[in-house]
């Protein structure tokens, strides 16, 4: 439960000692296993599902790859196909421990494999030659890495390959052209960006061996305003909209520890955290210019349609409104908030901007705040370490070497509400909240893999006097 986490000191879990299969681990960062899977088990069935599949990709690509040579080279490409994707997938799940994902060689021969269909088509329907192929091919495999270095690269690199292979005679075929730019392209990348973007951290496990994942998943393809109404049915308890005179976290002194203490801070600084309610905010996002198109197709495909993380595109579109409220839930018999949800939205028509949970938790003589944004039965978490700022401010990090802090997509089990679950490394922000001048402003920084690519800058003001009645 959301509730067990403010206040309490949680010991940062390794598993369980009477499972089998032994966690990976690296430095700074622990990995929770699944169960072993018995004979026959669910994961067993798993592993011949990701066989048959596997299977199913390489006959095509075998077809698709021999089918310039006649229907009976293309026949027997299949079978080969078939049998040798089938059997590399066999070893590399036999060799996958628990709580991994499948070895890097493999997913080059599946990638490769998959785009083997892709070229034949391009080949078929445009007549494209080997560096628009490969360029494509590039192209793909840069946007599926997400990175936007990846994403420079990739059409450079296929274009390149794509030219090798033009020179030679006879030319090379568009479904050869695309496997080769594609394995070459994902070797390549392995080789030049070493470190991970995303890791499995967890696989199957219950929630409070993660007290660092807000497990509030949504049960609807939209999120919506009205997410924690919806999620007080499912828990019980009483709800509460809009609730008043109440704060995104409890109080300040939930999050003491080395490097923060809540005694130096600005007595409005913490008024704003346990009295989030009392302040007006206006927004002014300023969006890098190198983001802007993706942003806005996201925006448009993803974020609109689901009501959550539609964080508005400049200042002019926050001269709607922002409404800014704190839902809460409290359960049967106690006066303790469990669920704090901090709802913004458009003011003029109540259109989401996001809907985030807001928890905190102890562990280590640490406080830390974790922050749950609800997709699609599964949850995006930014768990932030707090740290004193001179003036007396308070900055919130996911930049840091301890092992809590970090951005966290968990898969939410319906059945058995166990979680799987996902580092994504690439990810950082920082809130930085300040007076300056005597106004109470604030910085939230956000980069992906190093790169900056937003800054929301706050100003918040107290809401003038209810009149007495």
Not at 232 to 248: N, S
């Amino acid at each position: 439960m959301t509730a067990a986490r403010g206040g309490q000191d949680h010991a940062r879990g390794t598993g369980h000692p009477s499972r089998s299969g032994a966690p990976a681990r690296r430095p700074g960062r622990y990995v929770l296993g699944m169960a072993a899977d018995r004979p026959g088990g669910p994961g067993a069935a798993q592993r011949r599902g990701a066989v048959i599949t596997a299977g199913v990709i390489g006959g095509v690509a075998g077809a698709a790859l021999t089918g310039h040579r006649g229907a009976r080279a293309a026949g027997l490409g299949a079978l080969a196909g078939a049998a040798g994707l089938a059997a590399s997938e066999a070893v590399a799940r036999a060799r996958q421990r628990p709580g991994e994902i499948p070895p890097l060689w493999q997913r080059i021969v599946v990638s490769a494999a998959l785009v083997a269909p892709l070229g034949w088509a391009a080949g078929r329907v445009t007549g494209a030659g080997p560096v628009a192929v490969g360029a494509a091919t590039g192209a793909l495999g840069g946007l599926l890495g997400i990175r936007p270095q990846k994403v420079l690269l990739g059409p450079v690199f296929g274009a390149a390959v794509g030219g090798v292979l033009a020179a030679r005679q006879p030319p090379v075929p568009a479904p050869v052209t695309a496997s080769t730019t594609m394995a070459a392209y994902r070797v390549a990348s392995a080789l030049v960006f070493r470190d991970a973007q995303v890791t499995l951290l967890a696989e199957r496990v219950r929630a409070e061996d993660l007290p660092f994942v807000v497990p509030r998943e949504a049960r609807s393809a939209h999120v919506g305003t009205g997410y924690v109404r919806e999620l007080a049915g499912v828990l019980g308890g009483r709800y509460t909209a809009d609730a008043p005179d109440t704060g995104i976290v409890a109080s300040v002194d939930e999050l003491a520890g080395p490097g923060f203490d809540p005694a130096g801070l600005d007595p409005l600084v913490r008024e704003f955290y346990e009295h989030t309610t009392r302040f007006t905010l206006d927004i002014d996002p300023q969006w890098r210019l190198w983001v802007r198109p993706g942003y806005l197709l996201y925006r448009t495909l993803v974020a609109r349609p689901l009501g959550q993380a539609n964080v508005p595109m400049n200042q002019r579109e926050t001269q709607r409104g922002i409404r800014s409220r704190i839902d809460t839930i409290t359960p049967a018999g106690s006066g303790t908030v469990a669920v704090r949800g901090w709802i913004r939205s458009f003011a003029d028509t109540d259109e989401p901007i996001y809907v985030g949970i807001y928890t905190t938790y102890r562990h280590r003589g640490r406080g830390y705040v974790s922050v749950g944004f609800p997709l699609p039965q599964a949850s995006f978490t930014a768990t932030l370490l707090p740290r004193a700022r001179p003036g007396g401010g308070l900055v919130l990090t996911s930049r840091s070497e301890d092992d809590q802090p970090g951005h966290y997509l968990a898969y939410i089990d319906p059945a058995t509400r166990d979680l799987t679950v996902l580092a994504v490394h690439g990810f950082a922000e920082q809130l930085d909240v300040y007076l300056a001048g005597g106004e109470l402003q604030a910085e939230h920084a956000f980069s992906v893999f190093g790169l900056p690519f937003l800054v929301l800058h706050y100003r918040m003001h107290r809401k003038p006097a209810s009149p007495a009645p």
